[in-house]
């Protein structure tokens, strides 16, 4: 699993010329979801967003994380991050997670993040969107399990 965390000041997620989710001061996550992805992957990422002290202090230190500033959070699905570009010159996606697997663990994510008393806004799944935002540093994080995979056993 893998996710992109933008802090932004506001951002908006459209489809079909119409805004159907938008958010101000939080974080933007777009998930990707691989083939072997199971829930412990989501509940691993989950604890380490809502954590994750990327929100500036009185002292301008990275020292808040989402909940502290009650920021919110749009997420947005995105198979793409689990894109293969090494070989070639054209992406594969066949390591990305089936629609019904990858739809399933979205959702779960989404379920899981509800729980930690932050205001949650989505895309739409599978759907052709247009996203917008204010990049807020700019200050942009990818956590993936690969990287806890290899480095925490």
């Known amino acids: 699993m893998i996710t992109v965390l933008q802090r932004v000041k ?3 997620v ?6 159907i989710s938008k958010i101000e001061k939080g974080l933007l996550i777009f998930l990707g979801v691989f083939e072997n992805d199971e829930k412990s992957n ?8 809502v954590d994750f002290r990327i929100f500036s202090d009185e002292n301008n230190k990275m020292n ?3 909940k502290d500033v009650k920021g919110q959070v749009l997420i947005v699905s995105q198979f793409t991050l ?3 570009w090494l070989k070639g010159r054209r992406p594969s996606f066949i390591k990305a997670a089936s629609p019904t697997k990858g739809k399933d663990l979205y959702d779960y994510f989404i379920g899981e993040l509800s729980k930690h008393d932050i205001e949650i806004k989505t895309g739409e ?10 990049n807020d540093g700019p200050v942009t994080f990818v ?11």
């Open 14 to 19: 459209e489809i079909n010329n119409k805004i």
């Open 10 to 12: 506001k951002a908006s």
């Open 143 to 153: 956590l993936d399990d690969i990287i806890r995979k290899n480095v925490i056993k």
């Open 82 to 84: 689990c894109g293969s």
């Open 64 to 66: 808040l994380s989402v």
């Open 42 to 49: 989501v509940d691993f990422l989950v604890k380490k967003i």
């Open 125 to 134: 799944f599978g759907a052709d969107m247009n996203v917008s935002l204010v």
